[in-house]
């Protein structure tokens, strides 16, 4: 049984989608696990304690001030005695809750109290799901290291109305607990790790700056696959609109010089990872006004001065880490440019790819990449950044093995 013996605590919120987990707890102790179910008053509308109590086969929590349940295990007991609290179906109302930090029911004093990997099912209308305040705070939530499943496209079972708003399927949810509970081995655990990621703005007077395409959403990947395999990681981040990922530390910079500087101050360090899309030029003297135009006036020219290589200097460094990574952005002869450059910026490995527009990679959920070191070369298959990032974990890790 794959969940023998884990203890899960599942929190049921106030919505239609209650009806659903009924078959998430029978689900969950076909597969081993224990159940202990807290369920808020809202939730009571919608399917009763004794059903629920019957199916987990345990007392069902339902009040902070119950006299027999706080002398019986008590909020913070609770909150600590499981491997894993699930929250199914999450409301928008629970999620502003522990977004917030409040701690006003049995539900949301546990959720602050909890100290255990949290993992939420939401399960709302669209428009209430699609809502800014609930996309804030869950944006907040996942920096806070909350995972989530869901919510689903569908139609919603009491309006008939369609979009993102229905709780994932039941065993879609076990299958998400199986993945967090497994007992993943740590490897890199002990490892101090550097990833940086996103692009550099290069400023052209306070107001103007010249970028480039990159999201960071391969580099943030790659910082938090490092982190669940044990690294210590620091992520130096150029400017993404992506949430900073969950277990890592992460340094906010806008220039490449900036990026330099992080960088640097965080040697020594076992592995670095460089993936941002360093700006190859700086304007030279970026205006400290808003640069005018006047009537009758030729464009302005730019003149541009190059920027510090930061891989090349990581990967020259008297600090040099064990390991040090770069990528390789090309739009044509993918390998052989992969290849100057591994000798170039004095790294153990490139990762190649082509972000030629046709590819779609740069700023796009999938990646295409070509591993480059001195032992030869590999050809991945083209897949989802998550997993491109959890495989080069992977690879990091047998590597420091090996070395
Ligand atoms: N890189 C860096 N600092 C720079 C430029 C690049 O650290 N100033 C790193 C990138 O993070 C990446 C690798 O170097 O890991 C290669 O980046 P890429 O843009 O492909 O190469 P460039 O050095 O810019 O070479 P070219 O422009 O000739 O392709």
């Not at 591994?342 to 490995?349: E, N, V």
């Amino acid at each position: 049984m794959t969940l023998s013996g884990k203890r899960v605590l599942l929190i049921i919120s106030g919505g239609i989608a209650a009806y659903k987990s009924l078959d998430l707890i029978r689900r969950l102790r076909e597969r081993g696990a224990s159940v202990r179910p807290i369920m808020t008053a809202s939730a009571q509308e919608f399917i009763t304690p004794l059903a629920v109590g019957a199916l987990a086969a345990s007392h069902v929590y339902l009040d902070l001030f119950s006299r027999e349940d706080e002398q019986d295990v008590g909020h913070i007991r609770l909150a600590r005695e499981c491997d894993l609290i699930v929250v199914a179906p999450a409301t928008a109302n629970v999620m502003a809750k522990m977004a917030q930090g409040l701690a006003e029911d049995l539900a949301s004093t546990v959720l602050l109290a909890a100290d255990r990997p949290v993992l939420v099912a939401p399960a709302m209308n669209p428009k209430m799901w699609a809502h800014p305040a609930t996309q804030r705070n869950v944006a907040t939530l996942k920096q806070d290291g909350i995972h989530f499943i869901g919510p689903k496209a569908g139609e919603m079972a009491e309006s008939g109305e369609s979009g993102m708003g229905r709780m994932a399927e039941p065993l879609e949810i076990v299958a998400t607990i199986e993945a967090m509970l497994e007992d993943q081995p740590k490897p890199l655990k002990g490892r101090t790790a550097i990833v940086t990621s996103g692009p550099t703005h290069e400023p052209i007077d306070p107001v103007r700056y010249i970028a480039n395409r990159s999201s960071g959403k391969q580099g943030h990947a790659i910082a938090s696959a490092l982190a669940s395999l044990g690294a210590d990681v620091t992520l130096v981040s150029g400017p993404v609109i992506i949430a900073d990922p969950a277990g890592v530390k992460t340094i906010h910079v806008e220039r490449a010089e900036e990026m330099r500087d992080a960088v640097l101050s965080l040697l020594p360090a076992d592995i670095a990872v460089m993936v941002a899309a360093v700006a190859d030029w700086r304007v030279a003297s970026a205006s400290g006004q808003k640069i005018k135009k006047q009537p009758g006036d030729a464009p302005p020219s730019l003149v541009l001065a190059e920027n510090p290589d930061i891989l090349k200097t990581v990967g020259h460094h008297e600090k040099r880490p064990r390991l040090v990574i770069g990528f390789a952005a090309e739009t044509q002869n993918v390998e052989d440019n992969g290849r100057a450059k591994l000798a170039r910026k004095g790294a153990d490995l490139i990762v190649a790819n082509d972000v030629s527009p046709e590819t779609g990679i740069m700023g796009g959920e999938r990646n295409h990449v070509t591993l480059i070191s001195q032992d030869g070369t590999e050809h991945w298959p083209d897949m989802d950044k998550n997993s491109v990032a959890e495989q080069l974990a992977r690879k990091i890790a047998s590597l420091l093995a090996l070395s």
